[in-house]
Nanobody
Framework: QVQLVESGGGLVQPGGSLRLSCAASKRLFSFNAGGWYRQAPGKQRELVARIRSEDSTNYADSVKGRFTISRDNDKLTVYLQMNNLKPEDTAVYYC???????????????WGQGIQVTVSS
């Protein structure tokens, strides 16, 4: 069974940077498309950034110019580079991806379990 595993979260001061990583638990599975979502306490889950199969991207207005989503050349890992972090960025961040299974030729959508990002002095 395949899972998405997030890493790179933690505590950072305002203005600092973090880089989140997301990878499938089995290396044979690659990302056709990927995205990052976040959910703060008392708020709905929202889209942060998406990268499509052709490498086009889109971002929430609140993170444009500060966050960058990317994918390895081998498409095994999706990243979210977060710069100039603000306290309002504090949330649980969730990885989402359309994973291609080379053994079957099919693509399936998966979610990670979430990772905490806290921006505080």
């Amino acid at each position: 069974q395949v899972q998405l595993v997030e890493s790179g979260g933690g505590l950072v001061q305002p203005g600092g940077s973090l880089r989140l990583s997301c990878a499938a638990s089995k290396r044979l599975f690659s990302f056709n498309a990927g995205g990052w979502y976040r959910q703060a306490p008392g708020k709905q889950r929202e889209l942060v950034a998406r990268i499509r199969s052709e490498d086009s991207t889109n971002y929430a207005d609140s993170v444009k110019g500060r966050f960058t989503i990317s994918r390895d050349n081998d498409k095994l890992t999706v990243y979210l580079q977060m710069n100039n972090l603000k306290p309002e960025d504090t949330a649980v961040y969730y990885c989402n991806g359309d994973l291609f299974n080379p053994l079957t030729g099919y693509t399936t959508n998966y979610w990670g379990q979430g990772i905490q990002v806290t921006v505080s002095s």
